[in-house]
């Protein structure tokens, strides 16, 4: 009773809260056409203004809302008002789709423990998938202005030859979501300090499409337009490669929407089944209650959870398109660095140097420039983590089972010749009653039958000796119910288990990152066809665009970057070293030429064969997202299988040996 009464609690807190956060965005939405003055005028008034300074007040969601707002910045510049407002909206609704999923969940689950914290679980990932699929959203939308933006520019700059005069006629008709950035890039060509306003900018930037565009828009006004081989405009050809890279930056986009369409909801959506296969199975076949109750039904549940959020991590690794941001600090990182937990983990490190050395540079492959030791840390933490899940699981079967033992009666008669079903009731009451009487006595059947009788209104012998039998094997099997010394050999597992998940994960996302290496160099080459023609680019500059276009290769060309004081051929040729991707080390051996014929005979054939590298890289484009969309939907139908497998045809195959057992053991006596 108390269970049901929390779960109730439960229920209709968020019932109100979804109610709230409708109606805040209900609100929000009279709001949205106000100018920002009159939004600070009117902020105590204002509900998602209040409403974002409570998500700011929560421990949980507040690191969320940080996150969120952090990623909203980049794409809505503007004053911090206007920033807190769009973000509130987007955690508001990742909020009720969460919160009605967690509903859906406690709904289904009625009262299970272990379901009601997978539907925690679930609706934490609904949450935060809701709002990362709106900022992607925001994202393609920016892109496809900003495209737009490319072809209208290259309009007035034939007919006012000056750059900012050209984006200044643009704004006029920009597109809302775009119109902030193209107005700071404005404000950058006005600056007496030109040079360093477009560093700040490339710091916060939404994208390298925006960099580099303030990087030609900057060449141009610092050198000079000046005309091409074929007689046009280096500006305007410059504008040309941009917009081709943005438009095969939109078409991957939209290959990965519709190659990944709904498979991260299709590894989360079978869990929706557990109950109603449970609930089915129970009804259509004896002994099933049995098994989905007990020892069994509980693992068979923990092991789909395990595989639907490992699949679902997997599916978000090949999905995802969110790079070029380095983790350069973290909690692990943080923790690792103080002592005594630094001293016993580069104790560790130095024992197995080359074998870290390696994780390190996988490490820096995927953004990750926090070191081996925190990730150490994090795989002794996840360890633990999983050692104390096994732990928590071990120690609880037992008083599963027991209370299971003590409450659920409703299949004990179904075997024996009772006149009713009322009868039947009647007895599973009975037997719940009495067993406590009789479990710390070692009591014979005989014995037992005598305690119902004198505590109970039953009084026919048939039946008195039915529900003494079954107290009788309910008494030797909870005295039969603790905890097995061999479920220490599961804690090992748990925790070997844990400690092992970082390293797949990141040998994983290797694998997955290896394909991007060919498109990322490709990237490289239309970068030197914007520079190769612009006067004062020097090998230092085409580095640094190139570290800011990087994400895998980052690392190497930040160490070249930093190794050029001490002379330019020796740090590429250190660079050419460490990498051993071919694509890659034949674009070093034509920076390495710069210094003998000049960049534009060092690339001489990119330029000529700029046709070819186009469509090859289309090409690379469509093999590597296949690749990627065939694993990602192998993993993302996993969950499925696992459903069917072990929750629907496993226990009606234990029911059936179970059901032919006891007939054969029938039909013998």
């Not at 943080?334 to 050395?357: A, C, D, F, M």
Request: glycine share 4%; proline share 2%; hydrophobic share 45%.
């Amino acid at each position: 009773m108390n269970d049901n009464l929390i779960f109730a609690l439960l229920l209709i807190i968020l019932v109100c809260s979804s109610c709230v956060l409708f109606y805040m965005l209900y609100n929000s939405k009279r709001t949205a056409s106000v100018s920002d003055t009159q939004i600070r005028n009117h902020q105590k008034q204002n509900e998602i203004y209040r409403l974002g300074r409570i998500y700011q007040k929560i421990p949980l969601i507040r690191t969320e809302y940080n996150r969120i707002r952090e990623k909203i910045a980049l794409l809505m510049p503007g004053d911090i008002v206007t920033i807190n407002h769009e973000t509130t909206v987007v955690v508001t609704k990742s909020l009720i789709k969460g919160m009605l999923i967690l509903l859906a969940s406690l709904l289904l689950a009625g009262g299970d423990l272990y379901f009601s914290l997978a539907g925690v679980m679930v609706s934490y990932l609904v949450f935060t998938q809701s709002y990362r699929g709106m900022i992607e959203r925001k994202e393609i939308r920016i892109l496809t202005q900003f495209a737009d933006f490319l072809e209208d520019i290259r309009h007035y700059y034939h007919d006012m030859h000056l750059i900012d005069d050209a984006i200044y006629a643009t704004m006029e008709h920009m597109e809302k979501d775009l119109a902030p950035h193209i107005l700071r890039l404005y404000e950058i060509l006005k600056s007496p300090n030109i040079s360093l306003e477009v560093e700040k900018y490339a710091q916060s930037s939404p994208n390298r499409f925006f960099t580099t565009l303030a990087s030609i828009c900057v060449s141009i006004t610092d050198y000079g337009d000046k005309k091409t081989e074929q007689g046009g405009s280096l500006f305007l050809r410059n504008l040309n490669y941009l917009r081709e890279e943005v438009l095969m930056e939109l078409n991957r986009k939209e290959q990965i929407n519709y190659r990944f369409h709904s498979l991260v909801q299709i590894s989360l959506f079978p869990l929706i089944f557990i109950k109603p296969i449970e609930f089915w199975a129970k009804n259509i076949m004896e002994g099933m209650a049995n098994i989905y109750n007990g020892l069994y039904g509980l693992i068979a549940m923990l092991a789909i959870f395990f595989i639907t959020f490992f699949c679902y991590t997997l599916v978000c690794i090949y999905k995802d398109d969110d790079k070029g941001q380095l983790i350069e600090d973290s909690i692990w990182h943080r923790v690792s660095s103080k002592q005594p937990i630094s001293g016993l983990l580069n104790r560790e490190i130095n024992r197995h140097y080359t074998k870290y050395l390696s994780i390190d540079t996988s490490l820096k492959q995927i953004g990750d420039q926090t070191g081996p030791k925190s990730f150490l840390f994090k795989r002794i933490v996840y360890g633990c983590v999983g050692a104390a899940t096994i732990f928590i699981v071990t120690v609880s079967i037992p008083f599963y089972q027991k209370d299971n033992l003590r409450h659920n009666f409703s299949e004990a008669f179904q075997s024996m010749n009772v006149a009713d079903e009322e009868t039947t009731k009647t007895m599973e009451e009975i037997a719940q009653e009495v067993l406590p009487l009789c479990e710390h006595r070692n009591l014979s059947v005989e014995e037992i039958a005598d305690v119902v009788l004198q505590n109970t209104d039953l009084h026919q012998e048939v039946y008195v000796n039915m529900v003494a039998t079954v107290i009788y094997d309910r008494v030797i099997s909870l005295k039969n119910t603790f905890y097995r010394f061999y479920y220490l050999i599961f804690i090992a597992t748990g925790f070997l288990l844990g400690y092992m998940v970082p390293m797949w994960m990141l040998n994983y996302r290797v694998k997955a990152n290896e394909m991007s290496k060919e498109d990322e160099v490709n990237q490289f080459q239309t970068l030197i066809l914007i520079y190769m023609h612009t006067d004062g680019i020097t090998l230092e500059d085409i580095l640094e665009w190139m570290e800011r276009f990087a994400f895998t290769f980052r690392s190497t060309i930040t160490e070249c970057v930093m190794g050029l004081a001490f002379g330019e051929q020796k740090a590429l040729q250190a660079m050419r070293e460490r990498e051993q991707f071919a694509p890659f080390k034949r674009f070093i051996d034509n920076l390495i030429a710069i210094d003998s014929v000049g960049i534009e005979a060092a690339f001489d054939e990119i330029q000529t064969e700029r046709d070819y590298y186009k469509d090859k890289r289309r090409l690379d484009n469509q093999k590597i997202l296949s690749k990627k969309a065939t694993r990602a939907r192998r993993a993302a139908f996993l969950p499925l299988f696992s459903v069917i497998g072990l929750y629907l045809l496993a226990p009606i195959i234990i029911a059936a040996v179970q059901l032919l057992l006891s007939l054969v053991a029938a039909t013998s006596i």
